[in-house]
């Protein structure tokens, strides 16, 4: 399983330098260039960076779905089960939730995302799931893709993850956290580690090259 890397400090890094020299530019030309690289590496960080405060658990709205309620704990933690119960409005139209997870780690790297249909407790208005936690979690995000009686579907929300779990120990923007010590001190956690956002920063680069060549 391929891991999807966020975004790292070498992004911060290479926006900074392109500012300055859009700041301080030597002629027109060169100040366009580097405006987009600014905004192109710009754009790369925002598409591949978490919304959100580390720390702060998420939800999102589910009145007019047929969800009437969930039920999950606060917090996750590795190695254990995280489970869901999900209550529907008693006059639903939904056949089939399925609940689309993701865990991120403490390294910097987000799994891709895993599907799993729900299961029917017997009465048709509640079902459960769980996941297995991984090691070194940082936190769990979510959505549902609902299937209804006349064969429609859709997401809730329509894109992205609409909940996130933070674990009972977590590492994340140079902080730690969580009521939790145990993963602080792992090798590895906290280092600087070439994701997605050093290999985009490289591609903006390397087309500012080429263009100051065509000069």
């Known amino acids: 399983m391929s891991p999807i890397w966020t975004m790292d400090k070498q992004v911060e890094s290479v926006v900074s ?22 905004l192109t590496v710009a754009m790369l960080a925002l598409s591949v960076s978490g919304a959100g405060e580390s720390g702060i658990n998420q939800t999102t709205s589910t009145e007019g779905t047929g969800i009437d309620s969930l039920s999950y704990a606060d917090i ?18 939904i056949t089939k939730i399925e609940w689309v997870t993701q865990v991120c ?3 910097g790297i987000c799994w891709p995302p895993q599907t799993q249909e729900l299961v029917d407790t017997g009465d048709g208005q509640t079902f459960t799931g769980s996941i297995t936690v ?7 995000n979510w959505r549902f893709d609902i299937t209804r009686s006349d064969d429609s579907s859709e997401s809730v ?4 993850f609409g909940w996130k779990v933070w674990s009972d120990c977590w590492y994340d ?3 730690w956290g969580g009521p939790s010590t145990d993963c602080q001190g792992v090798e590895g956690v906290g ?6 956002a050093a290999p985009a920063a490289a591609a903006a680069i390397g087309m500012a090259a080429l263009m100051a060549r065509r000069d």
């Open 17 to 38: 330098r392109a500012a300055v020299d859009f700041i301080c530019p030597l002629n027109l030309a060169s100040n366009m260039r580097q405006l987009l690289v600014l």
């Open 76 to 93: 996750v933690r590795e190695n254990t089960e995280f489970e869901i119960t999900v209550a529907l409005d008693s006059d639903h139209d």
């Open 105 to 107: 780690i403490n390294t």
């Open 134 to 140: 991984d090691d070194y979690a940082t936190y769990t």
């Open 157 to 160: 929300p329509e894109s992205g």
């Open 173 to 175: 923007n140079e902080t």
């Open 191 to 196: 280092s600087l580690l070439p994701g997605f």
